[in-house]
């Protein structure tokens, strides 16, 4: 089973950036697809990027498609996200998931 670990969150103005981290652990991390979700309070995990296992094919939702880019360093067991641009509504708990592990989730605060 892997563990996945997210890092990097904290507060920004609105326009800023931020670059959140996934460190995981397992042998099958450069086999594996990796992704980030985001969570409202309250609300279900939204789907925000995806990563192939080469890194050479990536997916985003609507909202990040042009601020965000995910990446991944297969060497090292990392994903990443940089986020530019941030808006307030970008305020979330940011998920990274691989193979269905889910790490804890890193809080992401923009302030307008």
């Known amino acids: 089973q892997m563990r996945v670990i997210e890092s990097g969150g904290g507060v920004v103005q609105a326009g800023g950036s931020l670059t959140l981290s996934c460190a995981v652990s397992?042998?099958?991390?450069?086999?594996?697809?990796a992704a980030w979700f985001r969570q409202f309070p309250g609300q279900n995990r939204d789907f925000v990027a995806s990563?192939?296992?080469?890194?050479?094919?990536?997916e985003y939702a609507s909202f990040a498609e042009g601020r965000f880019t995910i990446s991944r360093d297969n060497a090292k067991s990392t994903v990443s996200l940089q986020m530019n641009s941030l808006r307030p509504e970008d305020t979330a708990l940011y998920y990274c998931?691989?193979?269905?592990?889910w790490g804890q989730g890193t809080q992401v605060t923009v302030s307008s």
């Open positions: 998931v691989v193979r269905g592990n």
């Open positions: 397992g042998r099958a991390f450069s086999d594996s697809e």
């Open positions: 990563i192939t296992e080469s890194g050479r094919g990536t």
